[in-house]
C-alpha cells in the first residue's frame, strides 16, 4: 500500500469511524436502557440546558480540550475532528428515528448501538490522528499525576456518571452491558481495521494512543 493510499484509508476510517460512534450513541438514547458514561452526562446536561444532546456533546468535547493546555497535551486532527463530528451525526440519527416503545425494537436497538461503538471505536483509533478529548484527559491526568490509566479513567467516568445521573441522564441495562462488553469488542475491531505501517512492525495500532486504555470520544 502506497503512501498516499494510506493516509487516504487513514482519513476514510477516522470520519466513518466518528460518524458511527455518533450514530452507536444516538441508538442507545434512542433505546432509553442506559447510556455509555459520558453519555450519562451528555443527556443529563441537554435536559437542564433545553440543548441537544449533540450539541451539548460538541459543548463538552471542547470544554474538555480546553484542560489539555494546563496538562501539555497536543491534539491531532482525530481530535479536533472528534469534538465536532460525533455531535453531528447524534442529532442527525436522532432526527430520523421514531420514538421507539416497546421492548422488542428498544432492546435490539441498544445492543446494535453497543456492538457498533465497538466497530467506531476500531475505526478511529486504528486510523491514528490522535485520541478523543475525553481520553487525552485520563492520559493527561495519568503523566501529571503519575497515578495509573486505570485510576483516572475510573476517577473521571465514574464522577461523570454521578453527575449526569443527578442531571437526568439514564443509568440501566444498557450502561452496564457497554461497560463490560466495550474493551472485548473494540480490541476485536482494532485488530479487524488495523493498517499496515510503513515499516515492518505492521501490526502496530493506534500508536499515538496507550495501549491498555480502551479510547472513547
Known amino acids: 500500500m502506497s503512501t498516499t493510499d494510506r493516509l487516504v484509508r487513514r482519513l476514510i476510517q477516522l470520519y466513518a469511524g466518528l460518524a458511527l460512534y455518533g450514530v ?3 441508538l442507545l438514547v434512542a433505546a432509553g436502557l442506559g447510556l ?10 441537554a435536559k437542564l440546558t433545553g440543548l441537544t444532546i449533540g450539541v451539548v456533546s460538541i459543548v463538552v468535547g471542547a470544554a474538555v480540550l480546553l484542560l489539555w493546555i494546563p496538562l501539555r497535551q497536543r491534539p491531532g486532527l482525530g481530535t479536533v475532528s472528534n469534538v465536532f ?5 447524534m442529532d442527525g440519527t436522532l432526527a430520523l428515528i421514531p420514538d421507539p416503545r416497546s421492548l422488542a425494537v428498544r432492546i435490539p436497538l441498544m445492543l446494535a448501538g453497543i456492538v457498533l461503538n465497538g466497530a ?11 485520541p478523543g478529548p475525553r481520553d487525552g484527559l485520563m492520559t493527561g491526568l495519568h503523566r501529571r499525576t503519575g497515578r495509573s490509566i486505570r485510576l483516572a479513567r475510573t476517577t473521571i467516568e465514574v ?10 441522564g439514564t443509568i440501566g441495562v444498557g450502561t452496564v ?13 482494532l485488530r479487524v481495521f488495523a493498517i499496515p505501517a510503513e515499516s515492518a512492525r505492521s501490526t502496530v495500532v493506534a500508536e499515538a494512543t496507550p495501549e491498555r486504555v480502551i479510547l472513547r470520544p
Not at 464522577?159 to 437526568?168: E, I, K
Open 24 to 26: 452507536s450513541s444516538a
Open 36 to 45: 455509555e458514561p459520558w453519555g450519562v452526562l451528555h443527556q443529563g446536561l
Open 85 to 89: 463530528a460525533i455531535g453531528l451525526a
Open 120 to 130: 467506531a471505536t476500531g475505526l478511529y483509533i486504528s486510523a491514528r490522528f490522535g
Open 159 to 168: 464522577a461523570v456518571v454521578v453527575t449526569g445521573f443527578l442531571l437526568g
Open 177 to 189: 452491558l457497554y461497560a463490560v462488553s466495550i474493551g472485548p469488542l473494540a480490541q476485536l475491531f
